[in-house]
């Protein structure tokens, strides 16, 4: 296996760090970047450092457990998330986590992230999961993301931030500043007064040629062939118990139709799904309309 480069990865993880930074992803000493050097050997950020500003001679190195083994400043306090993916996902060089504002209102707000509403998203990310909060820094933290990183290479942390991952620094930054830039579209919209989503069809194509270009998505794997593709249904099973609601966004329309349906004949036609999440739609769907109708007033 050729040797990396040890200075010019170094170098890479100042200018993501740059671009973090300079992007509003990373307040003050927020943020920090990791990269897989060989089987027992990372490189990482330090902490109380400015990761707009950082030169190679900055960054620290750590073994798998966390342990720091080089690096005149103190490695990350994070770093133990950073490794939980690396030793889950053992093809992931780098992993990049802060705390970009627009991705964070709905880490915050315990939102579940639309689907089925822009093109390159439904190619790129796919269903974007929340863990359960934790107080940073432990392992108990780091292991917020274990039922959800082998699924999706970008995760939002819930009242926290981001943490997305990949084989080169860049490729693990992209997801976090693709992920921001939806939830930034997805707000402005809302507060234009609409949201329109795809229908099932329309976004079916684009999974086609998101399996056609060699990307993997969750919803294409074994198990989900009948899942509603726009219905968020990947993660939803995590979300009672991690807090999340849907309450800014309305459900995809495939779901009120169906829930429509469900009221009339009984037990609707159904995708395969329990019946929980149609009710809970169900329950969703009047409950908004009742209290639409009571704002008329
Ligand atoms: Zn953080």
Known sequence: MEKPN???????????????????????????????LGENEVLCTPTMVCKGFMSPDYICTVDMEGKQLSGNRKRTSEVLLHLAIMKERPEIKSVVHCHPPHATAFAVAREPIPQCVLPEVEVFL?????TKYETPGGQKFADTILPFVKKT???ILANHGTVSFGETVEKAYWWTE????????LMLSKQLGRVSY???????????????WGYADARLAPGMENCDICANDVFRDSWQASGIER????????????????SNAGVG????????????TLIQTITDRVLAALSQR
């Open 6 to 36: 040890i200075h010019k990865l170094k170098q890479e993880m100042c200018e993501i760090g740059r671009r973090i930074y300079a992007k509003g992803f990373a307040a003050g000493n927020d943020g920090n970047i990791s990269f897989r």
């Open 126 to 130: 796919g269903d974007v999961p929340i």
């Open 153 to 155: 290479n970008v995760i």
């Open 178 to 185: 693709i992920l921001d830039a939806y939830c930034r579209i």
């Open 198 to 212: 795809f229908s099932e069809g329309e976004t079916r194509e684009l999974l086609d040629l998101k399996s056609k």
């Open 247 to 262: 309450k800014a966004f309305d459900p995809p329309p495939s779901m009120a139709r169906k829930s429509g349906s469900a």
């Open 269 to 280: 036609s159904s995708s395969g799904s329990s019946a929980g999440p149609d009710a809970e």
